[in-house]
């Protein structure tokens, strides 16, 4: 049963647009979320967070909203930019969970210039 | 540089034939932990380590082993590999209680 979903395979933006990525999780006690980004032949970074006590977090170019009661985050990307195209993971924990991640199957976005 | 490194990149082997994939980080981190990637799947993750002699099971351990005789390594062992453990293999480590976690640069491992 994946507690972290990420229905939406694939989206494809054009340059200078809003790209928007959706997760939503099944599990109510995950407390804290984040977005990774992934480019081919590279591991995993970290792109930005948040805690539960919050419903937006900003940086830069790059917003993830949570909305608690529906279980759903997203993440904005203003503007969209070709360097932007990656795969992107959803990944949520628990507090006390020692560090575990759960994370989602992942979105591969493409920015058309 | 912090970073975590991970070796082999590359690794074509048969089934049966035992292998490690090795993982080291430069961080003094307390936590590492293994996944691995599959098409369709996500991360999912296989082994982790609270710290030196502390390990414990994923959500996918079947088929591995881990060690941690030392703070910075933490080796994947597979002692008889079979084609479905054919992955992307992912090291990661973090801070004790910290969320965000560092990953390395990835195994590829095909088992024919």
């Known amino acids: 049963d994946q507690q972290v979903k990420q229905n939406s395979p694939s989206l494809s933006v054009q340059e200078g647009r809003i790209s928007i990525l959706n997760c939503d999780y099944t599990?109510?006690?995950?407390?804290?979320f984040l977005w990774y980004k992934k480019y081919p032949a590279e591991g995993p970074t970290f792109l930005i967070s948040?805690?539960?006590?919050?419903d937006k977090n900003e940086d830069g170019r790059f917003t993830v909203f949570l909305n608690k009661s529906a279980k759903h985050l997203s993440l904005h990307i203003v503007p969209s930019q070709p360097g932007d195209s990656a795969v992107y993971f959803c990944?949520?924990?628990?507090?006390?969970?020692?560090?575990?991640?759960?994370f989602g199957k992942g979105i591969t976005l493409s920015v058309r210039p | 540089e912090a970073q975590v490194t991970q070796n082999p990149r590359y690794l074509i082997t048969v089934t049966g034939k035992k292998l490690t994939v090795t993982c080291s980080q430069n961080?003094?981190?307390?936590?590492m932990s293994w996944y691995r990637q599959d098409p369709g799947l996500g991360l999912r993750q296989i082994y982790y380590?609270?710290?030196?002699?502390?390990?414990d099971k994923g959500d996918v351990p079947e088929g591995y082993k881990v060690s941690r005789k030392e703070k910075r390594n933490f080796p994947l062992i597979l002692e008889s590999p079979s084609p479905n453990q054919t992955s992307l293999y992912f090291c990661?480590?973090?801070?004790?209680?910290?969320?965000?976690?560092?990953f390395g640069p990835g195994t590829r491992l095909t088992v024919t």
């Open positions: 990661a480590s973090t801070t004790k209680g910290a969320y965000e976690q560092y």
């Open positions: 948040i805690s539960s006590i919050k």
């Open positions: 380590s609270m710290n030196v002699e502390v390990t």
């Open positions: 990944a949520a924990s628990l507090t006390g969970a020692n560090s575990k991640l759960t």
């Open positions: 961080m003094n981190h307390e936590y």
């Open positions: 599990n109510s006690m995950f407390d804290y």
